[in-house]
């Protein structure tokens, strides 16, 4: 079985760290939320020795998408978006595939589980890969979560995405957030389980009060 590439890049104002996932066996790539500098992004593809055949989307917010349009006039991709997603933030662009949770993706021959996990949108989705790794996109962060106060954004339904998807992970799993606000680019489930304050809510009620502040 092929080892997964991930490559993660910090980009942007807001501290996005967008990614290329690669099958070193077939050298096809995937982007992750393509946005800010997709010359950048593509010219680290073509040094790497990959083809991009495949785009990525944990969700539709601008500093997640706005480099979409211009990475389609470079690569004519298919784009793997949640079919959940908020109908505004939506891109209007050709090639959107609606995928859920009872999908896979793939990279070359490396697969992906879909994990849908609303909470900072209504489409929300992470991407978990082999040897445990998981793309956790505005879900969750290195000591941190998502926003939930945004258009299409609830914070009950951010609660059951942590607490009853993310956290049944193994401990081992190795988080790489959607943005560098940790101490940390990456960190396993079972130290965040430990540090970070959104993972250690004893309910819905302390979760909704003491951390988000509704």
């Given at each position: 079985?092929?080892?997964?590439?991930?490559?993660?890049?910090?980009?942007?104002?807001?501290?996005?760290?967008?990614?290329?996932?690669g099958?070193?066996?077939?050298?096809?790539?995937?982007?992750?939320?393509?946005?800010?500098?997709?010359?950048f992004?593509?010219?680290?593809?073509?040094?790497?020795?990959?083809?991009?055949?495949?785009?990525?989307?944990?969700?539709?917010?601008?500093?997640?998408?706005?480099?979409?349009?211009?990475?389609?006039?470079?690569?004519?991709?298919?784009?793997?978006?949640?079919?959940?997603?908020?109908?505004?933030?939506?891109?209007?662009?050709?090639?959107?595939?609606?995928?859920?949770?009872?999908?896979?993706?793939?990279?070359?021959?490396?697969?992906?589980d879909?994990?849908?996990?609303?909470?900072?949108?209504?489409?929300?989705?992470?991407?978990?890969?082999?040897?445990?790794?998981?793309?956790?996109?505005?879900?969750?962060?290195?000591?941190?979560?998502?926003?939930?106060?945004?258009?299409?954004?609830?914070?009950?339904?951010?609660?059951?995405?942590?607490?009853?998807?993310?956290?049944?992970?193994?401990?081992?799993?190795?988080?790489?957030?959607?943005?560098?606000?940790?101490?940390?680019?990456?960190?396993t489930?079972?130290?965040?389980?430990?540090?970070?304050?959104?993972?250690?809510?004893?309910?819905?009620?302390?979760?909704?009060?003491?951390?988000?502040?509704?």
């Amino acid at each position: 079985m092929s080892r997964l590439l991930i490559q993660q890049y910090e980009i942007g104002p807001l501290n996005n760290f967008l990614y290329l996932l690669g099958d070193p066996e077939t050298r096809e790539m995937a982007v992750v939320d393509p946005a800010w500098d997709v010359d950048f992004l593509c010219r680290e593809a073509k040094r790497l020795g990959y083809k991009i055949t495949k785009v990525f989307l944990t969700h539709a917010h601008p500093d997640h998408v706005n480099g979409l349009e211009k990475l389609l006039t470079l690569h004519k991709v298919p784009v793997y978006i949640s079919k959940f997603e908020y109908p505004p933030l939506r891109p209007r662009l050709q090639g959107l595939v609606d995928v859920t949770s009872k999908d896979k993706l793939s990279v070359g021959k490396i697969t992906f589980d879909i994990l849908h996990t609303p909470g900072h949108t209504p489409g929300c989705q992470c991407f978990l890969g082999p040897q445990d790794q998981l793309i956790s996109g505005d879900t969750l962060f290195i000591d941190g979560c998502g926003r939930c106060d945004l258009p299409g954004g609830d914070p009950a339904v951010m609660y059951h995405s942590l607490y009853e998807v993310l956290m049944k992970l193994p401990d081992e799993t190795v988080i790489y957030p959607g943005h560098n606000y940790g101490a940390t680019p990456t960190d396993t489930m079972g130290r965040q389980k430990q540090t970070n304050p959104y993972l250690q809510c004893r309910s819905l009620k302390e979760f909704l009060v003491e951390r988000m502040g509704f």
